[in-house]
């Protein structure tokens, strides 16, 4: 099974200033057809999540553009070029190009 | 829009059964792999099963393989999850999510989650 491991668990930020996410997985993400399934999820207190992004670096419909994903291989980062008070919550990265199992890093708690 | 509802979720004993349902609209319901994550209080995100779009094909996690059972209905654009034998370590907020294979590839929506718990 693919292992994807987030770094930090706890992030603390400030408003307005830029933001980083880690994200490492056990083998590549590289899938047969070239790919990379990587997406990246954000989880508001109290709510479902929703995802930010999907193969490695593109943004969803209505995903704001301080959001950006990006990394290779075994290494990814979701970045926040400013963060904003709404950006509060808990950040899942996700394989999907390696399965059974999906996989999912164990998330990073963001908060001011 | 598409909704994916979550319903079932109970207080039950260790070693009884629960049946979840998951009711999708707003899609072409029969198009679509879905899947079942769960999330244990305070917990991270963990994948249960999957059902592709007809049906063919099945997978689940190691943790529920052989106690879980996941089926469609595509006439009532339903997905169901079976849990038999249920243990204390499988309390957790159950979601559906879809699996886009289109353009954006990959577990897009979720629904709101229905909470199990299993306890004596």
């Known amino acids: 099974d693919v292992v994807m491991t987030q770094s930090p668990l706890s992030l603390p930020v400030t408003l307005g200033q830029p933001a980083s996410i880690s994200c490492r997985s056990s083998?590549?993400?590289?899938?047969?057809?070239?790919?990379?399934?990587l997406s990246w999820f954000q989880q508001r207190p109290g709510h479902s999540p929703r995802r930010l992004i999907y193969?490695?670096?593109y943004r969803d419909s209505g995903v704001p553009d301080r959001f950006s994903g990006s990394g290779s291989g075994t290494d990814f980062t979701l970045k926040i070029s400013r963060v904003e008070a709404e950006d509060v919550g808990i950040y899942y990265c996700?394989?999907?190009?390696?399965?059974?199992?999906?996989?999912f890093g164990q998330g990073t708690k963001v908060e001011i | 829009q598409v909704q994916l509802v979550e319903s079932g979720g109970d207080v039950v004993q260790p070693g009884r059964s629960l049946r979840l349902s998951c009711a999708a609209s707003?899609?072409?319901?029969?198009?679509?792999?879905i899947h079942w994550v769960r999330q244990a209080p305070g917990k991270g995100l963990e994948w249960v099963a999957v059902?592709?779009?007809?049906?063919?094909?099945?997978y689940y996690a190691d943790s529920v393989k052989g106690r879980f059972t996941i089926s469609r209905d595509n006439s009532k654009s339903t997905l169901y999850l079976e849990m038999n034998s249920l243990r204390v370590e499988d309390t957790a907020v159950y979601y559906c999510?879809?699996?886009?294979?289109?353009?954006?590839?990959?577990?897009?929506?979720w629904g709101q989650g229905t909470l199990v718990t299993v306890s004596s």
């Open positions: 999510a879809r699996e886009n294979i289109g353009t954006a590839p990959g577990i897009d929506y």
């Open positions: 193969k490695l670096s």
């Open positions: 083998q590549s993400l590289v899938a047969s057809d070239g790919s990379t399934y």
């Open positions: 059902i592709w779009n007809d049906g063919s094909n099945k």
């Open positions: 707003g899609f072409s319901f029969s198009s679509y792999v």
């Open positions: 996700m394989q999907g190009s390696h399965w059974p199992p999906w996989t």
